[in-house]
């Protein structure tokens, strides 16, 4: 049947029961009738085949609402932010769970389930086919949609809060918030934060009603005890030292997060390296950093390569063209070999088996 008949056939209906008895019907008036009830709903989805179909003509959660407006019409921070559970809504597309019922958003799938899409997750963000966290001051529905904190009240909804101000419990510097880290179970001030005394202090140091943070050397517990917010393992000594990142200051090979301080006439530079330890990408020179193995990932002798740098070696033999050969990680002279075609000389001598 088509809109307009059903329409006349209700009001027709209306009319006719002037006055209502057990089993009859009550009237019906027209603003009792939406989208939901007896109309087809051509606001909120698009006939197959067509345009709209095709393409969305608005942008999901977690997209961008500089260039097009946002489904849910909530736009803050420059990103979309989809309606969460319970909350009004037209279509599909709204909805923080991606399913519009009765003109109510129904309930979305929680942190850690699957998902298709940004929109079918409470917390708005669908990765790897499964619902992310969302970080502090990201939209949520409840506690358990957030990396850290809770779910709180905010302008326009609710959103993610930061777990933890001073002296309150954590387990990690994540639960605590902007401007704290976490020290033996408790959030204290981090470097820069304002103090009365040694103890409000992660790095335990408060001068001039500001705590210091911890520089590279020194002990720590905690990434937020320092200044470059790394304290990891001393490969030289037990316990764990403040690291810096390439580009940083050192005084040794602990010092920076690439195990690599070289010294200069006046100080030293942590600098990235190849095939060696690392702990960031930026540990590496023109390669990643393995985490697993906490090396610098390079190739191996014979490997094609294209410089230096992706070499174990750091050495790339570069093959003249019309040569017949490719280029290829060598090693340098001095270095072991076993074939001619290990040296970048070409040259391995068989007495030592090094390298030309």
């Known amino acids: 049947m088509r809109p307009h008949l059903t329409l006349a056939v209700l009001f027709m209906t209306a009319a006719c029961s002037s006055s209502s008895t057990p089993g009859q019907a009550l009237p019906m008036d027209a603003s009792s009738l939406d989208g939901h009830i007896g109309l087809p709903d051509h606001t909120s989805h698009a006939e197959a085949g067509s345009p709209e179909a095709?393409?969305?003509?608005?942008?999901?959660?977690?997209?961008?609402?500089?260039?097009?407006?946002?489904?849910?019409?909530?736009?803050?921070?420059?990103?979309?932010?989809?309606?969460?559970?319970?909350?009004?809504?037209?279509?599909?597309?709204?909805?923080?769970?991606?399913?519009?019922?009765?003109?109510?958003?129904?309930?979305?799938?929680?942190?850690?389930?699957?998902?298709?899409?940004?929109?079918?997750?409470?917390?708005?963000?669908?990765?790897?086919?499964?619902?992310?966290c969302s970080p502090a001051n990201d939209v949520c529905t409840g506690d358990s949609d957030c990396c850290h904190g809770s779910c709180q009240p905010s302008e326009g909804g609710f959103a993610c809060a930061c777990g933890a101000g001073f002296e309150s419990e954590c387990k990690t510097d994540e639960d605590c918030c902007t401007g704290f880290a976490c020290l033996s179970g408790t959030c204290l001030g981090a470097g820069g934060t304002t103090c009365t005394g040694d103890g409000d202090c992660v790095s335990g140091e408060c001068t001039s009603s500001q705590c210091v943070c911890l520089t590279e050397g020194?002990?720590?517990?905690?990434?937020?005890?320092?200044?470059?917010?790394?304290?990891?393992?001393?490969?030289?000594?037990?316990?764990?030292?403040?690291?810096?990142?390439?580009?940083?200051?050192?005084?040794?090979?602990?010092?920076?997060?690439?195990?690599?301080?070289?010294?200069?006439?006046?100080?030293?530079?942590?600098?990235?390296?190849?095939?060696?330890?690392?702990?960031?990408?930026?540990?590496?020179?023109?390669?990643?950093?393995?985490?697993?193995?906490?090396?610098?990932?390079?190739?191996a002798l014979g490997k094609v390569c294209a410089q230096d740098t992706d070499c174990c070696s750091g050495s790339c033999y570069l093959a003249s063209p019309g040569s017949g050969f490719q280029n290829a990680c060598c090693s340098p002279s001095g270095q072991a070999c076993t074939t001619q075609a290990d040296c970048c000389s070409r040259i391995c001598d068989p007495g030592s088996m090094t390298c030309d």
């Not at 390439?246 to 997060?257: E, K, L, P, Y």
């Open 54 to 132: 095709a393409a969305p003509t608005c942008a999901l959660a977690g997209r961008s609402c500089l260039t097009e407006s946002c489904c849910s019409g909530t736009c803050s921070d420059g990103t979309c932010h989809c309606t969460p559970t319970l909350g009004n809504c037209q279509s599909d597309k709204e909805c923080c769970s991606g399913v519009c019922a009765n003109g109510e958003c129904a309930s979305c799938n929680a942190s850690g389930e699957s998902c298709s899409e940004s929109a079918n997750c409470c917390g708005g963000i669908c990765s790897g086919g499964t619902c992310a």
């Open 218 to 299: 020194n002990a720590c517990a905690s990434d937020g005890q320092c200044c470059a917010s790394y304290c990891l393992p001393n490969a030289q000594e037990s316990g764990s030292t403040c690291a810096n990142p390439v580009g940083m200051t050192c005084n040794n090979q602990s010092d920076c997060t690439s195990q690599n301080c070289v010294i200069g006439s006046t100080s030293g530079v942590c600098t990235c390296n190849t095939g060696g330890p690392c702990f960031l990408d930026g540990d590496c020179c023109g390669s990643t950093c393995d985490t697993t193995s906490g090396k610098c990932a390079c190739e």
